[in-house]
Every structure is written in structure tokens, then in C-alpha cells.
């Protein structure tokens, strides 16, 4: 079972209570989280982060910009220099300062923990080759792919699907999986060309598909680790 985290949204914008007592409650997850990391168990508390991270960067550049719509009262004037300084008048009883506050003294925190998932996402990503099997088609939005779990002595195999889909600015890819079937160590010795032709009989849908193979040395964690970052590979893979 994978845990969650508990590092809500609401845990930085809701400030109504204590702020050293929120502060507590983020060093702790995010002291929960590093552990994982120690494990090598990096999904889905890294991309968890990075979403957090990216959420509360949009907080704070749009709370920046209702500061300047707030109105302002003098704080100083320097006769020497001929300036004025002002400073923004926040309406009675709001949270916004206290919510700034919060997300500056989380974000270098947030961020410090990010850095530890990506040294170990880019270990990984590095331990992990990928080669396709036979010759490659044109068509390549589905096909299959193995993973080791060294952990547990087993090659996974999964079926792959590639949706491409346009937006008015951009265009997006997603990747859906399909386990199939896990192949004990003494029957994955065999090569990925047999069990690719394995796969054609069993599922006739795909007479000739794209189909890669991933090797690592590595035995950490597959769901949290080896297969969120072989699924990343993949993607690039099936351009290349």
C-alpha cells in the first residue's frame, strides 16, 4: 500500500489557526516523505511535490498581483531623495499575509526535498536501458513492454496505449498500461523476442507491435520507482 501525503492545499491557505503549529504539521511530512525517499520509493510523493510546488508558486505570483489592487498608504517620505514609499493596506481580518507568509517559508523546504526524488529519479532513469524488440512499425500508439521487478525475481509484462490530444495551445500525450502477466526468473531468461511472439499469439489485436524491453541491475521498489520511471522512458522510446 502506498502512503498519502498529507500535504494538502488547504494545509497553506486556510491559515486560521496557529502558524507554528502548520509549520510543524509541513516539517513533518515533508520529513515523512525524505524517509520514503531513503528507501528509494520516490512515487507518487515526487510528482506529488512538484505539483505542490508549481500550485503554490501560482498562489503566491497571484496574490503579488491583488497586492497591487489593494489600496496603499504612505509609509515614508524622503525629502532628500524626493521619494515616497507605500505600503499595501490588506482589508480587515484577511488571511493573505499569513498565507504569503506560510508558502515563502514552505517553498525552499518543499524544494530541498524535491532535489533529494530527482537525484534518485535521475539514478534510476540511468540504471534503466531500453531497447525494442525486432523491428519497429510506424504504428506505435500500442504496443507492449517489459520491466524486471528484481525484488521480487519477476519480468512484468504490460500492454501500452498512446493518446495524442490537441488543446487550443498546446498538444498532449497520455500513456495508459494494461498488466498482462509476470513471467517467473527461470522462464524471463527467455529472450524478449520469444516472449514477444508469445504475447502475438495470445493477444491477435496486435500482429505487429511496437515492443520494448527494459534491464536494471537495480532491486528497489517497482510500483514506486522502477516502473513510474520505465513508464517515463518509455515514452521517449517510442519517439526516437
Same mark, same amino acid.
Given at each position: 500500500?502506498?502512503?498519502?501525503?498529507?500535504?494538502?492545499?488547504?494545509? #497553506?491557505?486556510?491559515? +486560521? %489557526? %496557529?502558524?507554528?503549529?502548520?509549520?510543524?504539521?509541513?516539517?513533518?511530512? $515533508?520529513?515523512?516523505?525524505?524517509?520514503? =525517499?531513503?528507501?528509494?520509493?520516490?512515487?507518487?510523493?515526487?510528482?506529488? $511535490?512538484?505539483?505542490?510546488?508549481?500550485?503554490?508558486? %501560482?498562489?503566491?505570483?497571484?496574490?503579488? %498581483?491583488?497586492?497591487?489592487? #489593494?489600496?496603499?498608504?504612505?509609509?515614508?517620505?524622503?525629502?532628500?531623495?524626493?521619494?515616497?514609499?507605500? /505600503?499595501?493596506?490588506?482589508?480587515?481580518?484577511?488571511?493573505?499575509?499569513?498565507?504569503?507568509? $506560510?508558502?515563502?517559508?514552505?517553498?525552499?523546504?518543499?524544494?530541498?526535498?524535491?532535489?533529494?526524488?530527482?537525484?534518485?529519479?535521475?539514478?534510476?532513469?540511468?540504471?534503466?536501458?531500453?531497447?525494442?524488440?525486432?523491428? $519497429?512499425?510506424?504504428?506505435?500508439?500500442?504496443?507492449?513492454?517489459?520491466?524486471?521487478?528484481?525484488?521480487?525475481?519477476?519480468?512484468?509484462?504490460?500492454?501500452?496505449?498512446?493518446?495524442? =490530444?490537441?488543446?487550443?495551445?498546446? +498538444?498532449?500525450?497520455?500513456?495508459?498500461?494494461?498488466?498482462?502477466?509476470?513471467?517467473?526468473?527461470?522462464?524471463?531468461?527467455?529472450?524478449?523476442?520469444?516472449?514477444?511472439?508469445?504475447?502475438?499469439?495470445?493477444?491477435?489485436?496486435?500482429?505487429?507491435?511496437?515492443?520494448?524491453?527494459?534491464?536494471?541491475?537495480?532491486?528497489?521498489? =517497482?510500483?514506486?520507482?522502477?516502473?513510474?520511471?520505465?513508464?517515463?522512458?518509455?515514452?521517449?522510446?517510442? =519517439? /526516437?
Amino acid at each position: 500500500m502506498i502512503e498519502e501525503s498529507g500535504l494538502s492545499l488547504n494545509l #497553506f491557505t486556510r491559515v +486560521q %489557526d %496557529d502558524l507554528e503549529k502548520r509549520e510543524y504539521i509541513i516539517l513533518a511530512e $515533508l520529513k515523512k516523505i525524505s524517509a520514503q =525517499f531513503q528507501y528509494y520509493k520516490i512515487y507518487p510523493h515526487l510528482s506529488g $511535490l512538484i505539483e505542490l510546488r508549481r500550485t503554490l508558486k %501560482d498562489i503566491t505570483d497571484r496574490l503579488e %498581483d491583488l497586492r497591487s489592487k #489593494f489600496p496603499k498608504r504612505i509609509r515614508k517620505i524622503d525629502w532628500v531623495n524626493q521619494t515616497i514609499e507605500h /505600503e499595501v493596506v490588506f482589508v480587515d481580518g484577511t488571511d493573505l499575509v499569513a498565507v504569503e507568509e $506560510l508558502i515563502s517559508w514552505a517553498l525552499p523546504k518543499i524544494e530541498a526535498v524535491i532535489q533529494e526524488g530527482a537525484a534518485i529519479h535521475e539514478f534510476v532513469e540511468s540504471s534503466l536501458s531500453v531497447e525494442h524488440v525486432g523491428i $519497429l512499425p510506424n504504428y506505435r500508439e500500442e504496443g507492449y513492454f517489459f520491466v524486471p521487478d528484481n525484488l521480487n525475481r519477476k519480468l512484468n509484462l504490460f500492454r501500452f496505449e498512446l493518446s495524442i =490530444f490537441q488543446s487550443s495551445e498546446d +498538444q498532449y500525450r497520455s500513456l495508459k498500461t494494461r498488466f498482462l502477466k509476470a513471467l517467473a526468473q527461470n522462464r524471463a531468461q527467455l529472450s524478449p523476442g520469444s516472449i514477444k511472439l508469445d504475447l502475438i499469439r495470445d493477444e491477435k489485436e496486435l500482429p505487429n507491435p511496437a515492443t520494448f524491453a527494459f534491464n536494471t541491475d537495480l532491486e528497489f521498489s =517497482f510500483q514506486q520507482t522502477i516502473l513510474p520511471v520505465a513508464k517515463r522512458k518509455l515514452m521517449l522510446a517510442i =519517439f /526516437e
